[in-house]
Antibody, heavy 120, light 106 residues
Framework: QVQLQESGPGLVKPSQTLSLTCTVS??????????WSWIRQPPGKGLEWIGC???????YYNPSLKSRITISLDTSKNRISLKLTSVTAADTAVYYC????????????WGQGTLLTVSS | SFELTQPLSVSVAPGQTARIPCGGD??????VHWCQQKPGQAPVVVIY???SRPSGIPERFSGSNSGNTATLTISRAQAGDEADYYC?????????FGGGTKLTVL
């Protein structure tokens, strides 16, 4: 059973770069079974897909966020990272990492989410 | 760009059938998944690949997909089914979510 755990600073100032980490247990991010994904949900709003990365490092991003996003793998620590530059209050959200199945593109596993607030 | 349209809310009386539509251009040619999200929790898959049900999800949950509309159907609705429901698809190397539908059982 794959488990995902997000971690991050909780609070970031406007214009700074957001960095979040998702640690995976119960499976290897190098296995090739999943695209490792980030999704976010602003307070009281719907889900927004941010992007994903394959075990080979191929990444796909939401076009609306593409210019500000980097998703990367750290296979030595079995974790995935998200960097989002030039944050504003609109980036305040719960950020989830999730395992997106390679074949059906179904989110098989989700982390519990971490709240990130952008405020000065 | 491809978009998925869901009603903001659907209401159903206990014991009745709720239907939550997910509209998109020729969505019937795509694979649709549905997840349920309760307050403060991460989403959970209730229907995958249009109409398949994961283990542990009651048979009351079913799905269909044809033409321009995919539909999540919840039969014999219960208070515990109150949640937000999202459809999503994979299109052009991106995940597209519907805006979500709040199901109220009253």
């Amino acid at each position: 059973q794959v488990q995902l755990q997000e971690s991050g600073p909780g609070l970031v100032k406007p214009s700074q770069t957001l960095s979040l980490t998702c640690t995976v247990s119960g499976g290897s991010i190098s296995s090739g079974d999943y695209y490792w994904s980030w999704i976010r949900q602003p307070p009281g709003k719907g889900l927004e897909w941010i992007g994903c990365i394959s075990h080979t490092g191929n990444s796909y991003y939401n076009p609306s966020l593409k210019s500000r996003i980097t998703i990367s793998l750290d296979t030595s620590k079995n974790r995935i990272s998200l960097k989002l530059t030039s944050v504003t209050a609109a980036d305040t959200a719960v950020y989830y990492c999730a395992a997106l199945d390679y074949g059906d593109f179904l989110f098989d596993y989700w982390g519990q989410g971490t709240l990130l607030t952008v405020s000065s | 760009s491809f978009e998925l349209t869901q009603p903001l809310s659907v209401s159903v009386a206990p014991g009745q059938t709720a239907r939550i539509p997910c509209g998109g251009d020729n969505i019937g040619t795509k694979i649709v998944h549905w997840c349920q999200q309760k307050p403060g929790q991460a989403p959970v898959v209730v229907i995958y690949r249009d109409s398949s049900r994961p283990s542990g999800i009651p048979e009351r949950f079913s799905g269909s997909n044809s033409g321009n509309t995919a539909t999540l159907t919840i039969s014999r609705a219960q208070a515990g089914d109150e949640a937000d429901y999202y459809c999503h698809v994979w299109v052009s190397n991106t995940v597209i979510f519907g805006g979500g539908t709040k199901l109220t059982v009253l």
